[in-house]
């Protein structure tokens, strides 16, 4: 049997790591390098994206690193067009740029509020209108983006600007995936549940009082399953509904959480 992504293009925005581990991003990245695609490996930081094409390239795969900050319309553009001069299609986009800050209405600054805005969701309506054109023009493309459970769920704490961006995630999917279904581009969504990843560890410690193994062991106990997810969990979701194994699939939001949806309580 042949690769799942073989001969495909995929553009993974948010391909670094904000710090050791396997992000949700560089995990996606490394999973759709090995079943065969040629991936555009972007983030902000262009070290962290570099390490993640490296890790790549060893493992005998095809990929080039691109320094993007996907909430800026001139360089969202400059992403577009390297991908095509450097591969001449783009098959599947993942959007996996994503940033958590805690707070609720009163607690959140304005300035929190608009910088989980612009880098959660406005990065998602940047990348999508530069990159339908293309999809387009090829008559077939997938879009998978990473939304959280956050987005329809209670986690325990007050969270209004992840939890709204996410929830925008949800509803941008199922508007491009109605619109462009006829021109054969497919759009989904994945919504990770509590997961072990770099940016939990390092941006919501402190919501449950600053000690990282007790935020695990609380985390942990939260899951119906007795343990959080991880990474590979999130793209190995990611890849199905990429692949052409999903070719029927549109619009639809996959979650990933070891059961916690299944909770009121």
Known sequence: MSPRMHGKTV???GAGAIADGMSNGRAAALLYA???ARVLAVDRNLASAEQTCAMIREEGGQCEAHATDVAHSAEVQCMVAAAMDYFGRID??????GIAETGGPVEASEESWNRLVAVNQTSLFLTCKFTLPVMEQQRSGVIVNIASVAAQRWL???YVAYTATKAAVIALTQNVAAQYAAAGIRANCVSPGLMDTPMVRASLTASYGGNIDSMLDTRHSQCPMGFMGDAWDVANAALFLASDQARYITGINLVVDGGLMLKCA
């Open 92 to 97: 599947v986009l993942h959007n996996n740029v």
């Open 156 to 158: 325990g704490f007050p």
């Open 11 to 13: 553009i993974v925005t």
């Open 34 to 36: 090995r079943e065969g």
